[in-house]
């Protein structure tokens, strides 16, 4: 059990600051996990999975400090490997790209004979298929002999232009786009367009082949006007089977600084994914005591110290851009943590509670030093909230909410668990009602603090409760406002003053 707790906590500092020390103790800490759940022999089914998990977990952390440190020694090396790989896999992107642009013209083709309305159905209909290329935006449109469109579907980044060319690129400023043409009845064309590029300045280009080839192999495309691109060995172009040139592209890997980002944030998302598994499994193996608090201590540090807010989805719930305040360091750096640690001494609250200590003075007084500083905490906390400049969403707005009221809570919790006496209450006491109104005075100075502008989508979607603390205030300043007019309005207008 201590094993494997050491095992999480050493990952998490690894995660925290990125030191081969703790990779290597995380590791060993995993071998002794593992060796000590062979050598006490088969037990249950989730003790075995615990002593899985964890040596797997340290086989992820030294597998990324491997990685890393070969980036950092042997860099030249790694690069020249990785070029002539992903050129070879870039003919493929390429190759998927034109034969879905040139599927997309032949359906359009085929929808060309209908009338306009059972064309942009069958258009619509060929766009609901997989394609050849996975991923990747395209479009298809339908040109009368005039040039206007009669028929499209998908996305375009511009009208296509009238031309009787087969295959074309399309190279502006901003995009490089693929199309395909088929020539239909009527005069008419059909031409499939697949995006290939987009400049970094576009909008949504993730639908991109150079997007998506770079997410997949950390390699950034540029594309050149045929025979206009530099004189170099890694530079190719992209021909017709009858030797017209298309453009020009050249793999430019990432730089050595980039390549270790990478390397480091991949392992971190297989080491977040395994620890949250360790743990889970040594919470499960736990004995009921001190070995379960163990635990839930182990991984309550994990979660202040790993950063992993980005691997779970909640970026803003850990940002200290969103929240801070340094009284208490690491567990108020950010809302997670302070949820974190609400939730802690909540637990322990309850512990408390159940157990029972006897009633002295000095637990009566430091439970009321707790019931008269919870307010105090609250508005402390309440101040190092810091609203986004577009707008606060309703889960940001309930993630603040809930780690200034778990804070205050806590110590309420602590109050009434250090007043509660030895002996089973067979009636309800005084505290109690009393807490619970100090609760709420709480939770009301909290409201008086909490005061930010809701983003206007989520105020739509969160309706009049998610914006009640936001537009209080507002709502009853406007409602003055207009009463103030209509009594300016009700009597008869001022006399105008008569000319001299």
Request: net charge positive.
């Amino acid at each position: 059990m201590l094993a494997g707790c050491a095992t999480a906590v050493a990952v998490a500092e690894w995660l925290h600051g990125n030191a081969g020390v703790w990779a290597w103790t995380a590791g060993a800490a995993a071998l002794a996990t593992a060796g000590l759940a062979v050598a006490r022999g088969p037990r249950a089914i989730a003790s075995g999975l615990a002593a899985l998990a964890s040596l797997l977990l340290g086989a992820v952390v030294i597998a990324g400090v491997r990685q890393v440190r070969r980036i950092e020694c042997c860099w030249t090396e790694i690069r020249a490997e990785r070029v002539p790989r992903d050129s070879a896999e870039l003919r493929g992107a390429l190759a998927a790209a034109v034969a879905e642009a040139r599927h997309l013209a032949e359906r359009g083709m085929t929808a060309a004979l209908l009338p306009r309305d059972a064309a942009f159905e069958h258009l619509a209909v060929a766009m609901q298929a997989p394609g050849q290329a996975p991923g990747v935006e395209r479009g298809v449109v339908i040109l009368g002999a005039d040039g206007e469109p009669f028929a499209w579907a998908g996305r375009h980044r511009f009208v296509p232009a009238r031309d009787t060319v087969e295959l074309r690129a399309v190279i502006t400023p901003f995009y490089v786009s693929l199309e395909a043409r088929r020539q239909t009845q009527a005069g008419r064309t059909a031409v499939g367009s697949v995006l290939i590029d987009a400049a970094p300045a576009a909008r949504d280009r993730d639908g991109a082949v150079s997007a998506l080839f770079a997410r997949r192999y950390g390699v950034t495309l540029r594309f050149y006007t045929p025979h206009l691109a530099p004189s170099d060995s890694t530079v190719f172009d992209y021909s017709t089977p009858d030797g017209r040139t298309l453009f020009s592209v050249q793999p430019i890997p990432p730089t050595q600084g980039d390549a270790k980002l990478a390397a480091l944030h991949g392992a971190a998302g297989r080491a977040g994914a395994a620890l949250a598994a360790a743990l889970l499994f040594l919470f499960m193996v736990a004995p009921p005591g001190r070995w379960r608090w163990v635990v839930v201590l182990a991984a309550a540090w994990c979660l202040l110290r790993a950063p992993l807010g980005l691997a779970l989805g909640l970026g803003n719930l850990f940002s200290p851009a969103l929240f801070y305040r340094p009284m208490l360091g690491v567990f108020s750096a950010s809302a997670g943590s302070l949820v974190v640690l609400g939730l802690v001494l909540l637990l322990a609250a309850a512990l408390l509670w159940r157990r029972g200590i006897p009633r002295r003075g000095w637990t009566v007084s430091a439970a009321a030093l707790l019931v008269l500083a919870a307010p105090y905490l609250v508005r402390y906390f309440g101040r190092g909230i810091a609203p986004p400049a577009g707008g606060v969403s309703v889960g940001l707005w309930i993630s603040w909410q809930l780690a200034v009221a778990a804070a205050g809570m806590a110590l309420v919790f602590w109050a009434a668990a250090l007043v509660r006496g030895t002996a089973e209450p067979h009636s309800v006491s005084w505290t109690l009602p009393a807490a619970c109104a100090w609760a709420v005075a709480t939770l009301w100075g909290l409201a008086r603090v909490v005061h930010v502008r809701l983003a206007p989508g989520a105020r739509r979607r969160g309706g009049a409760g998610a914006e009640s603390l936001g537009g209080l205030r507002h709502r009853h300043r406007c409602r003055h406002r207009r009463g103030a007019r209509h009594v300016g309005r009700g009597g008869r207008r001022p006399p105008r003053a008569g000319r001299a």
